[in-house]
């Protein structure tokens, strides 16, 4: 059963950074690809960035330059460095994984690009 957990959010003044952690179970973790995206209340779902199999990265124009994707594949972890925050980044945030992988070619998905996704964790950026 695939299993992918969350943590790192929380709120955090315009201009910090938080470190988004996902642990991920249940699926041979070095063969997908993993991805990073949130849904603000009212919003659809972004897509924010991906990892494939060989860690090459890609990014969507929101987050590029500020945030950052990486994999641990002895550990089934994924990550997301995310620095100067904006008040527009608040959202809840969620780790996805998709066997075929590809990167979305809007900026918004339907959360059925994903296979499967953890259940978020959310992040404030306020002063």
């Known amino acids: 059963q695939v299993h992918l957990v969350e943590s790192g959010g929380g709120l955090v003044q315009p201009g910090g950074s938080l470190r988004l952690s996902c642990s991920a179970s249940g699926f041979p973790f070095n063969t997908h690809w993993m991805y990073w995206a949130r849904q603000a209340p009212g919003e659809d779902l972004e897509w924010l960035s991906a990892?494939?199999?060989?860690?090459?990265?890609y990014y969507s124009d929101s987050v590029k330059g500020r945030f950052t994707i990486s994999r641990d594949n002895a550990k089934n972890a994924l990550y997301l460095q995310m620095n100067s925050l904006k008040s527009e980044d608040t959202a809840v945030y969620y780790c996805?994984?998709?066997?075929?992988?590809?990167?979305?070619?809007?900026?918004?998905?339907?959360?059925?690009?994903?296979?499967?996704w953890g259940q978020g964790t959310q992040v404030t950026v306020s002063s």
């Open positions: 990892i494939n199999t060989d860690g090459a990265t």
């Open positions: 996805a994984e998709k066997r075929r992988g590809g990167v979305p070619d809007t900026p918004t998905t339907a959360w059925l690009f994903y296979d499967y």
